[in-house]
């Protein structure tokens, strides 16, 4: 069964940083785009960044670029993101996710999300 | 790439058809328009893509349409699931998603 299961979510204070794992069942991770996902308690869905197949390519939202840090650990199957320098405004639920029958960006595999919350 | 959906919250009851609307600020390349639903406390879930393609169980009563700027979900005789939040994604121009439709009893 094909299965997206992220971890690392937390409480930490504003400044602060954490990585969040994200663990795939299923299918080989390396062998698809991977993104990540987030959404604010109460509002919408933002994209984040996403990794590309090789790992040589990674993007993100203007709202987290120079702060975050996507990759994956090939051995054990995860994609992770570090977060750094964490504001009030990264508070969300972050989903991994990626599109398995297109190998683009229609996301048809969700994990179940991790909770982040950013507070003093 | 902006994207704007309409309304807001949709009222409706069982039964009656649903047209939801998502407007982007600029072409979708290849008309790469998708929609999700999201359930109170579950991840959202994968209904259409390519504007008007449907996901793996999607069923035949809920059709995705339009091209270009311009782009419909329709629901037709709602059942008591549909009532959830709706939102639409472009994957043509790097990701952005809409606010959200909300459809209500």
């Known amino acids: 069964e094909v299965q997206l299961l992220e971890s690392g979510g937390a409480l930490v204070q504003p400044g602060r940083s954490l990585r969040l794992s994200c663990a795939a069942s299923?299918?080989?991770?390396?062998?698809?785009?991977m993104s990540w996902v987030r959404q604010a308690p109460g509002t919408g869905l933002e994209w984040v960044s996403a990794?590309?197949?090789?790992?040589?390519?990674?993007y993100y939202a203007d709202s987290v670029k120079g702060r975050f840090t996507i990759f994956r650990d090939n051995s054990k199957n995860t994609l992770l993101l570090q977060m750094n320098s964490l504001r009030v405004d990264d508070t969300a639920i972050y989903y991994c996710?990626?599109?398995?029958?297109?190998?683009?960006?229609?996301?048809?595999?969700w994990g179940q999300g991790t909770v982040v919350t950013v507070s003093s | 790439i902006v994207l704007t959906q309409s309304p807001a919250t949709l009222s409706l009851s069982p039964g009656e058809r649903a047209t939801l609307s998502c407007r982007a600020s600029q072409s979708v390349a290849a008309n790469y328009l998708a929609w999700y639903q999201q359930t109170p406390g579950q991840a959202p879930r994968l209904l259409i893509y390519g504007a008007s393609s449907r996901a793996t169980g999607t069923p035949d009563r809920i059709s995705g349409s339009g091209s270009g700027t311009d782009f419909t979900l329709t629901i037709s005789r709602l059942e008591p699931g549909d009532f959830v939040v709706y939102y639409c994604?472009?994957?043509?121009?790097?990701?952005?998603f809409g606010q959200g439709t909300r459809l209500e009893i």
């Open positions: 994604q472009q994957y043509g121009n790097s990701i952005s």
């Open positions: 996710v990626c599109d398995l029958t297109r190998g683009l960006d229609a996301y048809d595999v």
């Open positions: 299923g299918f080989t991770l390396s062998s698809q785009v």
């Open positions: 990794i590309s197949r090789s790992g040589g390519d990674t």
